[in-house]
């Protein structure tokens, strides 16, 4: 999916630049940013996108986290 | 910066520059100090997440080691280890501390903020650009006066003691990296605005203040939890217990089942993240 590659890249910018300046681990396994990258992978562009938002909204203090991959 | 200017981020440097003007021209305070004032105000809408937080680290800290033998029992394998500690969580109503939402909600502010001080460079607003002596101008490069470095200083300080309050993980080797990441950071820092920075040390000074606030007024108490933990797991595989409780990896259990069935009605249903 090419169109998922834009967002697999966009990760990686947010990795390297604000990801990098504010260290937090993520209380889901893969975290938030793999998790993106997984969903643009197998989902493409939309879908992964609204997938990667969706657990970032899921991703707050009142939730449990754990093992969460992309299905 | 990073990222292209894009409507949505323009909106935000205009909604920014108002409250901005507002701290400056209605309330009166300097350029700077409405800088420090726009931090705490978004702090301050930050509370509830971060009060949450704090707590559900203490609840992990009470933990520590069992999770450490958990750590310890995987140690080649890295991602069966975080696997494995997830599901501890899970079983122990663990609600770890470091959630990615609360720290993406200060990026549009951060971002904003930058816009904001690289229009000031250019465009100077009327009204004094200096903070408490030793910072002349927030809009310009922090290492392009003395002052900057003794920003960048207690901006390492306050990054390096906000880590110690805030950071969840137990893994001595990735705090480790957390606490000398600002070393490395300083020198991307050196190029933003002192402003920028100054905006920095106020969010890391605020939750310093509010890790010791909170730490003083909740006190650990640790029984009730552990009381709830013998109820379920009985007492002698204590230390397996976070692997030994874990229904679908696949693992034959030799245990019987009366000591299975009363693990099969966990409020799984009520720990449901969704």
Redesign the interface.
């Known amino acids: 999916m090419t169109a998922g590659r834009l967002g697999v890249g966009l990760v990686w ?1 947010y990795r390297l ?2 990801g ?10 893969p ?2 940013s793999q998790y993106a990258i997984d969903a643009f992978r197998t989902k493409g562009l939309v879908r992964g996108s609204a997938l990667a938002a969706w657990r ?12 969460d991959p992309v299905r | 910066m990073i990222l292209a200017k894009t409507p949505i981020l323009g909106d935000l440097e205009n909604l920014l520059r108002h409250v901005l003007n507002w701290l400056h021209g209605s309330v009166g305070l300097p350029w700077a100090w409405s800088i420090v004032a726009i931090t705490v105000i978004v702090r301050m809408i930050l509370v509830p997440l971060t009060v949450r937080q704090i707590h559900s680290m203490q609840n992990l800290q009470r933990f520590a080691p069992q999770m450490k033998e958990i750590q310890k029992k995987y140690k080649a394998d890295k991602k069966r280890q975080n696997e494995e500690l997830m599901k501890f969580y899970r079983e122990n109503q663990i609600n770890p501390a470091a959630s990615c939402l609360p720290m993406l909600l200060q990026f549009p502010v951060f971002i904003a903020l930058y816009y904001v001080l690289r229009n000031f460079s250019k465009h100077p607003p009327s009204g004094d650009l200096s903070w408490l002596h030793f910072v002349p101008n927030i809009a310009a490069h922090t290492t392009s006066f003395w002052g900057g470095y003794i920003l960048l200083v207690v901006y390492v300080a306050s990054q390096m003691a906000s880590t110690l309050y805030m950071s969840a993980t137990v893994d001595k080797t990735q705090r480790t990296i957390f606490m000398l990441m600002p070393i490395v950071f300083v020198f991307v820092i050196a190029r933003f605005p002192a402003g920028l920075v100054l905006y920095w040390v106020t969010t890391n000074l605020w939750t310093v203040g509010q890790g010791l606030i909170t730490r003083r007024l909740v006190p650990k108490t640790a029984a009730p939890l552990v009381e709830k933990r013998s109820s379920r797991t009985p007492p002698k595989d204590d230390g397996t217990a976070g692997n030994g409780a874990q229904p679908s990896s696949g693992e034959p259990r030799p245990k019987s089942p009366a000591a299975q069935q009363p693990r099969k009605v966990r409020r799984k249903k009520k720990a449901g993240r969704r």
């Open positions: 910018l630049t604000l990098a300046l504010f260290p937090t681990t993520c209380k889901y396994e975290s938030c970032l909204l899921r991703c707050n203090p009142w939730s449990h986290g754990g093992f």
